[in-house]
RNA sequence: CGAGGCGUAGCUCAGUUUGGUAGAGUGCUUGCUUUGGGAGCAAGAUGCCGCAGGUUCAAGUCCUGUCGCCUCGACCA
């Protein structure tokens, strides 16, 4: 593997100050553009490109699981709003709200949709009467906002891109089976596609959505050792349908309430990417879903000859991926850096050399590697470097998550820890909220997830020392 | 919401202490030479100095107010 040095100064480093490296890699990769609003960014083509591909995969997957997709307004009578409790209390303190219309103040005051459940709460209850109306399976695409006080391009804006999948059922089994058939599709798109290993797992009370029954997450690790939730997943069991009124004929002629879920991801996915395979040298985009898999650089294009053969491997590439040809009068050496800088995958190399040579230079941006291919072995060559780099940003993000995830059996062993190192620690807990509250409080780390795959580290909470059953993973998140 | 920082050319910023013709680098435009890791030379264009008041012969600079952005914390699916 060829020696990665820093070649663009305008990118802070990641050890000198990562949140900084962050905010300098999403402007510098032409992802975003800041607007005089707070936490409402421009997604800028490049960037909503990488979003228009995740898109397309997931609701692929979504459609391909028996969804529909609808569209619900953007607007939300406080009335309606008001209905579950635990879910205004949740959602209340951070939503917008519209007072007017045009100059006349309205009679009752609208929220800007911060997630959909109530509308879709409302429409159930006019569509669903009997159990053949059974069950529905929505999605949408849509915005929404929430008044953030701290606001990071990706991570946390007030208005942010997601999907949010809405479903409803006859029986609570179904409605479970529903939660945990979507975190699969989610982790699978995140390891598949995203090259994101995930933990899958189920949230705690505390961390709960507002109105669930249950709280499923997948949980990425960042670069700098702190948590991003990726996607979640709810059960909400029927109290949405008892709050809301929606009631359905069973074949028993007897009237019952539904069994309802939601699950959603959203633009977030993309700050995850950036701070999953990004390095110093700026963005490193995971091949599925790189607007660009691989630019071709044509060198001493003046030469006679070059810009043709370039053109040429254009054409022939175009079939194979998604491929862009370079030939503005840059220098070779700033579109290497620019390219570089917006995580292309690959960059091909054509000059008067290599022509004569019937080869090129493929050069991996995840490892910084340099392959002389010919170029009659171009079309099955690239595909196959395409998925080594898929396989290779895979690897190196899940040797990274080991060598960052610790194990606590104390108090003061995980205190060290969080102080000390960070990443993800995994330690027993006996199921008290006192103790999550505790080691918030004391430890800075909250609960991320009760994880699936289970291991048995003591017999004791690592908190209070009274007997515990479950291993939970802990950290500092986004 | 608390603490701190910052608003001057497209961008990054100097100039503010001590008031006196609006600056640099980079980018942009044009031409020539270049082209295997952000090329060189030459010429050129670009400013409601965040906004509103005030002090002054004179304000980017001093005073008052205000708006916004960034970082950290608190908060937060």
Redesign the pocket.
Known sequence: MAQQKK????ITSMDEDF?KWY?DVVK?AELIE?T????CMVIRPYGYAIWENIQKTLDTMFKKTGHENVCMPMFIPESLLNKEKDHVE?FA??VAWVTHGGNEKLEERLCVRP?SETLFCEHYANIIQSYRDLPKLYNQWVS?VRW?????PFL?SREFL?Q?GHTIHATSEEAQEETIRMLNVYADFCENYLAMPVVKGVKTEK?R??GAEDTYTIEALMHDGKAL?SA?SHFFGDGFAKAFNILYSGKDNKQHHPFQTSW?C?TRLIGAIIMTHGDD?GLVLPPAVAPVQMVIIP????KEGVLDKANELYSKLSDVCRVKLDDS?N????K???Y??KGVPLRL??????IENNQC?I?RRDS?EKIFVSLDELETKVPELLKAVHDGLYQKAYDRRASMTFTAKDFAELKDIADNKPGFIKAMWCGDRACEDKLKEEA?VTSRCIPFEQENLSDTCVCCGKPATKMLYWGK?Y
């Open positions: 070649m663009v100064e305008e949140a905010t510098k800041y005089s609003v707070k936490g949740g303190p951070e997630t929404v953030e006080k701290t606001t990071r946390r997601w949010e961390e959505f507002a939730q979640t959603g959203t040298n060198i001493a294009m003046h009068d220098s070779p050496g700033w290497f850096a620019e570089e800088m190399e054509i000059g008067p050399k290599d230079v050069v910084g800075g998140a």
